[in-house]
């Protein structure tokens, strides 16, 4: 079976840190481009960071400098370093794998700034 376990979240205050990590199973991981995307309550999902599988990465302009993503294929594992944390970035982080039309996707995990 496919899985994408999401871990990390958790309650931090303002200017805090915290990391992410997705850990997949059941398919090619080292073949997949591994994103990570947040829904806060009442938004919709947006992407927050992905990595290709070559290594390419890209921000999303609200994190861009405070958010870093890494891969270690490996350990079939993304990781998202958050730096410096704003209570905008309070919302529920989901980690996704995609090769062409294949989607998978993780269950979330809670990141509660607080101000």
């Known amino acids: 079976d496919v899985q994408l376990q999401a871990s990390g979240g958790g309650l931090v205050q303002a200017g805090g840190s915290l990391r992410l990590s997705c850990v997949g199973s059941?398919?090619?991981?080292?073949?997949?481009?591994i994103g990570w995307f947040r829904q806060a309550p009442g938004k919709e999902r947006e992407r927050v960071s992905c990595?290709?599988?070559?290594?390419?990465?890209t921000y999303a302009d609200s994190v861009k400098g405070r958010f870093t993503i890494s891969r270690d294929n490996a350990k079939d594992t993304v990781y998202l370093q958050m730096n410096r944390l704003k209570p905008e970035d309070t919302a529920v982080y989901y980690c996704?794998?995609?090769?062409?039309?294949?989607?998978?996707w993780g269950q979330g995990t809670q990141v509660t700034v607080s101000s």
């Open positions: 996704n794998a995609r090769w062409g039309r294949i989607n998978y």
């Open positions: 059941g398919f090619t991981f080292d073949d997949y481009a």
């Open positions: 990595i290709g599988a070559e290594g390419s990465r």
